[in-house]
T-cell receptor, first 119, second 116 residues
Framework: AQTVTQSQPEMSVQEAETVTLSCTYD???????LFWYKQPPSRQMILVIR??????QNATENRFSVNFQKAAKSFSLKISDSQLGDTAMYFC????????????????FGTGTLLAVQP | EAGVTQFPSHSVIEKGQTVTLRCDPI?????LYWYRRVMGKEIKFLLH????????ESGMPNNRFLAERTGGTYSTLKVQPAELEDSGVYFC??????????????FGPGTRLTVL
């Protein structure tokens, strides 16, 4: 069974600085996807970034980038130029590629990291 | 385009009572997922609908939980009778039918259920 571990329950960063959230996972699969979701206070969870395991290049989305180390099964999220609006719970998630169409592509989540951006 | 909506946002009930949670997915999304987060723990998969059919309900805790998706549109999750350990946040997510590379799961705001 796949597991996802986020070892940092809470983190804090000053506005405009850079912060890295860690995530490790365990799987014997070779074809899978990894995600970072964020849930701001009292708001719904949104996708921040996704990474296909077969791609060697690290995914980036504006100020958000990942460091994907497949052999080490590590998937960290780097937030550059942190903004107050980045304050949120961040969840790392794994998805095994089960198939197409109606296959159940369930997400397996870590316990989350609560990030506070300080002014 | 409206996102995934869930109702109610909060529910507080007594042990033994019944509660029904509702999820309205994004229009046109055939895949609908239910997840649950118990306080301080990870978010866990409950079940998956494709249109009105249950594709995978391996994550449902027990037979006190009943999920339906009539007509392939909105879905309900009923807990009857509720127990203390059912407390948590219930999330719904929807995605398009298609390739995993494109079927991003869009989440609703969740329903916080408290069983006293």
């Amino acid at each position: 069974a796949q597991t996802v571990t986020q070892s940092q329950p809470e983190m804090s960063v000053q506005e405009a600085e850079t912060v890295t959230l860690s995530c490790t996972y365990d799987t014997s699969e070779s074809n899978y996807y990894l995600f970072w979701y964020k849930q701001p206070p009292s708001r719904q969870m949104i996708l921040v970034i996704r990474q296909e395991a077969y791609k060697q290049q690290n995914a980036t989305e504006n100020r958000f980038s990942v460091n994907f180390q497949k052999a080490a099964k590590s998937f960290s999220l780097k937030i550059s130029d942190s903004q107050l609006g980045d304050t949120a719970m961040y969840f790392c998630a794994f998805m095994k590629h089960e198939g197409y169409g109606g296959a159940t592509n369930k997400l397996i989540f870590g316990t989350g990291t609560l990030l506070a951006v300080q002014p | 385009e409206a996102g995934v909506t869930q109702f109610p946002s909060h529910s507080v009930i007594e042990k033994g009572q019944t509660v029904t949670l509702r999820c309205d997915p994004i229009s046109g999304h055939d895949n609908l997922y239910w997840y649950r987060r118990v306080m301080g723990k990870e978010i866990k998969f409950l079940l998956h609908f494709v249109k009105e059919s249950k594709q995978d309900e391996s994550g449902m805790p027990n037979n006190r939980f009943l999920a339906e998706r009539t007509g392939g549109t909105y879905s309900t999750l009923k807990v009857q009778p509720a127990e203390l350990e059912d407390s948590g946040v219930y999330f719904c997510a929807s995605s398009l039918w298609g390739l995993p590379s494109t079927d991003t799961q869009y989440f609703g705001p969740g329903t916080r259920l408290t069983v006293l």
